[in-house]
């Protein structure tokens, strides 16, 4: 999907290619430190435990803000707007967010409150405790599906960043801050559901917090990157996309680059013009005497 999209703003596909060599694992490395630092009481007890992605996973935001960090450095370095590339990203973004949210399922973790809804979740016994429910929880059956909840809305918002981006006028990057936006007010309601370990302040899980304050900066990211003036974003480097300049007369063209100047390619004739003095026969036309190398 983000080479398709990024193709179409008249990016190199194969540059998300090689952006993605770099943002995932630095993605994989800041969801794992913000997982710790949010939630130091589920770090396994073991010397690696701070590393072992595997049991207890990765924090969403952390994994967005240093992967985040690293494609915009990897992005500069080649020459093309983060801005625009991040616009191309976000559907994708949260696609893949709502196709990890499967894993919880499999997991059987990341659950909600009980709940007697037709689509209510039975989550076995071991589950619930290895979850860190509060005990009263402990012998309900059925759950919320708050990762299948996640999942429709992850989708869906990704289809009205797709409808906004080809409907409206959207500038760079809007749609990436109504990704901030939409997914962290999203998260707010997810987090009033969720019954799994964290860490609370005055009754609220901390990643409440966080999701608050993020969707008033996505909010105000956008208005602010809709309000200021136009600009020109390269998808392209500049090496890449600006035409070759004409090469003065007085110097040899540049290597590599054709000079067409109009002259006429055929050689001289063997005889001169009538009228044609010695001198002009002596000295070869400016025109003639550049090379193509």
């Known amino acids: 999907m983000t080479r398709r999209r990024w193709r179409a703003v008249g990016g190199d596909p194969e540059l998300v290619g090689d952006i993605a060599l770099w943002v995932v694992p630095a993605g994989i490395i800041g969801g794992r430190i913000y997982f710790d630092i949010t939630t130091p009481m589920d770090i396994p007890h073991v010397w690696y435990g701070v590393f072992a992605v595997w049991s207890g996973g990765l924090g969403i935001w952390g994994g967005v803000l240093v992967g985040g960090l690293v494609g915009v450095w990897r992005l500069r370095r080649r020459g093309v707007s983060p801005a625009l590339f991040a616009d191309a990203m976000a559907p994708g973004l949260l696609v893949a967010q709502g196709i990890g949210r499967i894993g919880n399922y499999f997991n059987q973790e990341l659950f909600g409150r009980p709940t007697t809804l037709p689509w209510g979740l039975e989550i076995p016994y071991q589950y619930r405790v290895s979850g860190g429910i509060p005990a009263r929880y402990l012998n309900a059956s059925t759950f919320q599906p708050t990762f299948l909840y996640e999942l429709i809305f992850d989708v869906a918002w990704a289809g009205v960043l797709i409808w906004l981006g080809h409907h409206r006028k959207i500038k760079p990057p809007g749609l990436f801050a109504l990704y901030v ?14 019954v799994d370990s964290s860490v609370y302040i005055l009754g609220l899980r901390l990643n409440t917090y966080i999701a608050s304050v993020l969707t008033v900066i996505g909010a105000v990211w956008f208005y602010r990157t809709q309000r200021r003036p136009a600009r020109t974003y390269a998808a392209r480097p500049a090496s890449a996309t600006e035409p070759a300049e004409p090469a003065d007369d007085a110097s040899p063209p540049r290597s590599g680059v054709a000079a067409d100047t109009g002259a006429d390619d055929s050689p001289p004739p063997d005889d001169a013009a009538p009228g044609a003095s010695p001198e002009a026969d002596a000295q070869p036309s400016r025109n003639s005497g550049q090379a193509t190398s």
């Open 181 to 194: 936006f939409g997914y962290s007010a999203y998260r707010i309601f997810e987090e009033s559901l969720r």
